[in-house]
């Protein structure tokens, strides 16, 4: 069973960096699963940010992608998020997830984790 | 990136009606469309992948048809643990995306 857990600052002052990561036990990190990161802002919907492979190969969504990098830490099995330049656009709850290689999507969630952007 | 078009965006129903939900793309994404529930403070659930199939653990009142760029999402007979909000995605293409969600209130 894949557990994940978000961790991370809850506030990040606009124009800073938002730093997350996402601890994964129960399976390799090296196992065949895209780990990947999806954003809700409060009352809004859902939003595919992207994800990456344990051999470092990463899908970004266009619309965050010259802002965005995801990398993955093989020696402590968890991946993590940086978007840089922030705003109060990005204030958001941030999931990592998992999806199987040729599996249907978003099998397993972490439970999510609120970042606030504000001065 | 491919739009999803949920309708309605909410609606309101009662214990035991029969409730569809419709998801359009703005383009073709091949059986690669999944349902997912949402409940406040909670992360998403899958309740159905691959257009009509079932997650296992998911009640067999909800059910998914469609092709193409039409889907649906069927509960039969609403029981009160239904109201959510749910979302449909594509994943035939990258970015996937959600549709914007469906509020299901009582």
């Known amino acids: 069973q894949v557990q994940l857990q978000e961790s991370g600052p809850g506030l990040v002052k606009p124009s800073e960096t938002l730093s997350l990561t996402c601890a994964v036990s129960?399976?390799?990190?090296?196992?065949?699963?895209?780990w990947t990161w999806v954003r809700q802002p409060p009352g809004k919907g859902l939003e595919w940010i992207g994800e990456?492979?344990?051999?470092?190969?990463?899908n970004y969504n266009p619309s965050l992608k010259s802002r965005l990098t995801i990398s993955v830490d093989k020696s402590k099995s968890q991946f993590s998020l940086k978007l840089i330049s922030v705003t109060a656009a990005d204030t958001a709850v941030y999931y990592c997830a998992a999806v199987g290689l040729g599996a249907p999507p978003f099998d397993y969630w972490g439970q999510g984790t609120l970042v606030t952007v504000s001065s | 990136d491919i739009q999803m078009t949920q309708s309605p965006s909410a609606m309101s129903a009662s214990v035991g009606d029969r409730v569809t939900i419709t998801c359009r793309a703005s383009q073709g994404v091949s059986n690669f469309l999944a349902w997912f529930q949402q409940k406040p403070g909670k992360a998403p659930r899958r309740l159905i992948y691959a257009v009509f199939s079932l997650q296992s653990g998911v009640p067999s009142r909800f059910s998914g048809s469609g092709s193409g760029t039409e889907f649906t999402l069927t509960i039969s007979s609403l029981q009160p643990e239904d109201f959510a909000t749910y979302y449909c995605?594509?994943?035939?293409?990258?970015?996937?995306?959600f549709g914007q969600g469906t509020k299901l209130e009582i």
């Open positions: 990456i492979y344990h051999s470092g190969t990463t």
């Open positions: 129960g399976v390799s990190i090296s196992s065949s699963h895209w």
């Open positions: 995605l594509q994943h035939n293409a990258y970015p996937y995306t």
